[in-house]
């Protein structure tokens, strides 16, 4: 894809950025945010090539803002190539926050309502991505009102993003764009790409950029479950021949983070998939209320 745009951070973010940094006691600096933003996700994809140099070997990353929520991976002049749009980042930041809101603050019933309905709206993003803008406006009295939980929120779409990444590479290495698309290549590039992943994930503190602690590997779990949020509204739909359904890579998914999760991994696993049932019950009930 030639001339692709990119997201970039806009004087009225890196203002908000600040405020949230101030709040949190974290150091600001506008210039380096600005620039590590626009070059984040290459960064993310060095980060894992220092743990993975054979697997990611001569694959090449390219990341975009085409607002169209793809990823897959092919190749261009016979180099293996993994294509990310970074809206899915957009949309797994927003989800994140207003979960982890919800997992760890009881809240009164007004605001649990809006918290739902925001929710909802950003699942609307898959059909309009650019009104994440006014989704993240809508969002901001949240964030400041809970701003602890948004160093969770980025740990989590970190690793959801690192997942995709991960997962994509998988494809590379087990030879899937040279074969037919079927159902078990996708099975078996979470499960690769859920142990790469895995590897990451233990030298976080090693990494600069890509620092996903080993109690965030729940997180590809959940972002499973934002897909079933999606298609329990009728957004996005799995059913085809190349795809297994939702439901069936989350329980895969499951099984291999259950195997590696610590204490603290699955109680945070624990908290999020409760807020996502509750997330999809009182959608359900706005969806039917609306009929």
Avoid at 11 to 28: C, Q, R, T
Avoid at 101 to 116: G, K
Avoid at 177 to 188: N, P
Wanted: glycine share 4%; aromatic share 10%; net charge negative.
């Amino acid at each position: 894809m030639k001339n692709k745009k990119k997201y970039v951070a806009t004087e009225d973010s890196l203002d908000f950025s600040e405020i949230v940094a101030n709040a949190l006691g974290i150091p600001f600096d506008k210039n380096q945010t600005k620039e590590n933003a626009y070059k984040l996700y290459d960064l993310y994809y060095k980060d894992i090539s220092l743990v993975l140099p054979e697997e990611t070997h001569n694959c090449r990353f390219d990341n975009f803002a085409s607002g169209s929520f793809v990823a897959f991976a092919d190749q261009e002049k016979n180099i293996p190539l993994i294509n990310i749009d970074q809206q899915w980042s957009m949309f797994f930041l927003d989800a994140n926050i207003l979960t982890c809101i919800r997992t760890f603050h009881v809240l009164a019933e007004e605001e649990a309502h809006q918290n739902a309905i925001i929710f909802m709206e950003n699942l609307e993003t898959f059909r309009n991505p650019l009104s994440h803008e006014t989704i993240r406006e809508k969002m901001k009295p949240f964030i400041v009102k809970y701003v602890e939980i948004l160093p969770i929120a980025n740990l989590l779409t970190m690793c959801m993003f690192g997942f995709i990444l991960c997962h994509e590479l998988a494809h590379h290495n087990l030879g899937h764009i040279y074969e037919a698309s079927h159902k078990q290549q996708e099975l078996d590039a979470d499960t690769q790409g859920f142990q790469y992943l895995k590897r990451v994930s233990h030298q976080f503190e090693q990494l600069e950029f890509l620092k996903i602690p080993p109690n965030m590997l729940g997180a590809p779990v959940i972002a499973m479950i934002y897909l079933q949020a999606l298609e329990a509204v009728g957004i996005i739909s799995t059913s085809g021949d190349t795809h297994p359904s939702v439901p069936q890579r989350t329980q895969s998914l499951y099984e291999q983070f259950n195997k590696a999760a610590d204490k603290e991994a699955r109680y945070l696993y624990n908290g999020l998939r409760l807020s996502c049932v509750e997330f999809i019950d009182e959608m359900s009930k706005m969806k039917n209320a609306s009929c």
